[in-house]
């Protein structure tokens, strides 16, 4: 059970916000969100535990609403380093499967 | 250096034949996951394992095969039953026992002509 990420592309100018949202039919445990940049791995950003917690990586935030099962990654003041597709990735409890949704490609222009 | 070595790079195989991807790891992590990644389609399990010789379908395991007889590796094999093998594979591993961070290998190119 892939998780359902939103939007599938964004397309920002340096400086500006954005939102990508990760959802999940079944109850989460966690969330974990990635980005990768083309031709390379995807490389960790966080991870969210059911409970509502915010945690942030630099200009970089995300939260988690265990009502709705749904995660959002908050990416503020975007920097031409921000470009790449981020993933989000779900785990279920007593479950070490970790699955990923289709992925939202954000590009940052000058 | 501590990490996920994927060999090789690029692979190139002739339609019909099996083909086995490398995923070797120094980091002592018990879990590892096979993952398959095509444009728009984001990552795919194909296959993981939480401990030697144990390992759990993902969702897409149709076509592939894995082992698990040490805990640094975990191969995969392409067999020639998956009926559209190109892609670009990864190789992920991590701490067991909790939500902790999955570290990646640099991927295969399998083109399969």
């Known amino acids: 059970q892939q998780p359902v990420q939103s939007p599938q592309a964004v397309i920002l100018r340096e400086g500006e916000d954005a939102v990508i949202n990760c959802s999940s039919s079944?109850?989460?445990?966690?969330v974990h969100w990635y980005r990768q940049k083309h031709g390379e791995a995807p490389v960790f950003l966080m991870i969210?535990?059911?409970?509502?917690e915010q945690k942030g990586h630099d200009k970089i935030s995300a939260s988690f609403n265990e009502k709705k099962q749904q995660s959002s990654l908050y990416l503020t003041a975007s920097q031409l380093s921000y470009s790449g597709t981020y993933f989000c990735?779900?785990?279920?409890?007593?479950?070490?499967?970790?699955?990923f949704g289709a992925g939202t490609t954000v590009t940052v222009r000058a | 250096d501590g990490g996920i070595t994927q060999s090789p790079k690029y692979l190139f195989r002739k339609e019909g034949q099996n083909v086995t991807l490398s995923c070797e790891q120094n980091?002592?992590?018990?879990?590892m996951y096979w993952y398959r990644q095509d444009p728009g389609q984001g990552l795919r399990l194909i296959y993981y394992?939480?401990?030697?010789?144990?390992?759990q379908k993902g969702d897409i395991a149709e076509g592939y095969s894995v082992s698990r007889e040490k805990k640094e590796s975990f191969p995969l094999t392409v067999t020639s039953a998956q009926k559209n093998p190109t892609a670009f594979y990864l190789c992920?591993?991590?701490?067991?026992?909790?939500?902790?961070?999955?570290?990646f290998g640099q991927g295969t190119r399998l083109t399969v002509v």
């Open positions: 990735g779900t785990e279920f409890a007593n479950d070490y499967k970790l699955s």
């Open positions: 079944k109850a989460l445990y966690s």
């Open positions: 969210l535990l059911k409970g509502g």
């Open positions: 980091l002592n992590h018990d879990a």
């Open positions: 394992s939480q401990i030697v010789n144990d390992f």
């Open positions: 992920a591993a991590r701490i067991s026992g909790g939500p902790t961070e999955a570290f």
